[in-house]
């Protein structure tokens, strides 16, 4: 059984770093066969998909277009985990992360959720 | 604004029979496997059905999924209280290279 456990801040100031961090038990980040996601949703913007890391036979990246130039999605392998950092974030910015796998063309597992709110 | 169009509500009474539609394009829906989320309140989405009409294993079979061209659907029949929830439909955007979402619809069950 595959389980994703995330953790970090839930408060970050605007225009600082919002970082979490999704721990995988059950499978590997480093699995041929697995992307892994960070999606958020807020009442404004509904689920929206932010980017991905996978490895096949090395790793790529992907990102969301609205988050590109301000998104860093990094595996750790001696960890078993991937991390999520955001860069200059706004009040926009304020929404339920989670952390996914994505497997057959599916996000089957899904991470608890962290509420992060931008405030000063 | 989502990618994918879905109807904000939906409703019925126990035992009926509902579908929710999610309405896509050529670079989405039309090229790629769709799959649907259920989320309870308060708690992260669950797969209900993945690869356009697949349930995961301990998904009641009154879930069903379909799709023709641009369209997709979720079916539910014999309405249970507990079905009351937001359905969400997802799928690979090749044009965007990203996952793309519908806006949710709202299920409830009177």
């Known amino acids: 059984q595959v389980q994703l456990q995330q953790s970090g801040p839930g408060l970050v100031k605007p225009s600082q770093t919002l970082s979490l961090t999704c721990a995988i038990s059950?499978?590997?980040?480093?699995?041929?066969?697995?992307?892994w996601n960070w999606i958020r949703q807020s009442p404004s913007r509904g689920l929206e998909w932010l980017g991905r890391?996978?490895?096949?036979?090395?790793?790529?990246?992907g990102y969301a277009v609205s988050v590109k130039s301000r998104i860093i999605i990094n595996p750790d392998t001696s960890k078993n985990q991937f991390s999520l950092q955001l860069n200059s974030v706004t009040p926009e910015d304020t929404a339920v992360y989670y952390c996914?796998?994505?497997?057959?063309?599916?996000?089957?597992?899904w991470g608890q959720g962290t509420l992060v709110t931008v405030s000063s | 604004q989502s990618m994918l169009t879905q109807p904000p509500s939906v409703s019925g009474t126990p035992g009926q029979r509902v579908t929710v539609s999610c309405s896509g394009g050529s670079s989405n829906i039309g090229r790629d496997i769709v799959s649907w989320y259920q989320q309870l309140p308060g708690t992260a989405p669950k797969l209900l059905i993945s690869g356009d009409n697949q349930r995961p294993s301990g998904v009641p079979d009154r879930f069903s999924g379909s799709k023709s061209g641009t369209s997709a659907s979720l079916a539910i029949s014999g309405l249970q209280s507990e079905d009351d929830a937001d359905y969400y439909c997802?799928?690979?955007?090749?044009?965007?290279?990203?996952?793309?979402f519908g806006g949710g619809t709202k299920l409830t069950v009177l």
């Open positions: 059950g499978d590997s980040v480093s699995s041929n066969n697995a992307a």
């Open positions: 996914t796998r994505t497997s057959d063309g599916a996000n089957d597992y």
């Open positions: 997802g799928t690979w955007d090749g044009s965007l290279n990203g996952w793309v």
């Open positions: 890391t996978y490895y096949r036979s090395k790793w790529y990246n």
